[in-house]
C-alpha cells in the first residue's frame, strides 16, 4: 500500500523554526516529484515547496521563498521541510504530496496524492 506519513508539527512561537518530515512506504520516493502543500483554516490548499527526484527544490509563495527549505534523504525515503523565521500566517495544516509530473508545478491539480497532514501553529 502506497502512503505518505508527515510529522514534525507543533505549536511554535513566532520567529521560531520547525522541520517536517514525510517517510514514503510501499514505493520509491526518489522516483517522484513530492510537493509540500498548506491548508490554513477557510483558505484554499496551496503549493509551499517542491523538490524534484533530482534533488532541485523550489518555494512558490514569495512568503516563505527566504525562509523555507525543501530536502531529500533517498536512503530514508523522506522528504523534509526546514521552516525558519515562522509567522502567524504559516499556521496551517502542512501536507506531503506526490507530484504527477517529472517537473515542479505549483498547481495543487498537480498533487492528486497526499499524507494525512501535520498540524503547525505559530502563536505567541
Known amino acids: 500500500q502506497l502512503q505518505l506519513v508527515e510529522s514534525g508539527g507543533g505549536l511554535v512561537q513566532p520567529g521560531g523554526s520547525l522541520r517536517l518530515s514525510c517517510v514514503a512506504s510501499g514505493f520509491t520516493l526518489a522516483n517522484y516529484v513530492i510537493g509540500w502543500l498548506r491548508q490554513a483554516p477557510g483558505k484554499e490548499r496551496e503549493v509551499v515547496s517542491c523538490i524534484k527526484s533530482t534533488g532541485g527544490g523550489t518555494n512558490y509563495p514569495i512568503s516563505v521563498k527566504d525562509r523555507f527549505t525543501i530536502s531529500r534523504d533517498n536512503a530514508k525515503n523522506t522528504v523534509y521541510l526546514q521552516m525558519n523565521s515562522l509567522k502567524p500566517e504559516d499556521t496551517a495544516v502542512y501536507y506531503c504530496?506526490?507530484?504527477?509530473?517529472?517537473?515542479?508545478?505549483?498547481?495543487?491539480?498537480?498533487?492528486?496524492?497526499w499524507g494525512q497532514g501535520t498540524q503547525v501553529t505559530v502563536s505567541s
Open positions: 504530496a506526490v507530484g504527477t509530473y517529472y517537473w515542479c508545478t505549483a498547481r495543487t491539480a498537480d498533487f492528486p496524492s
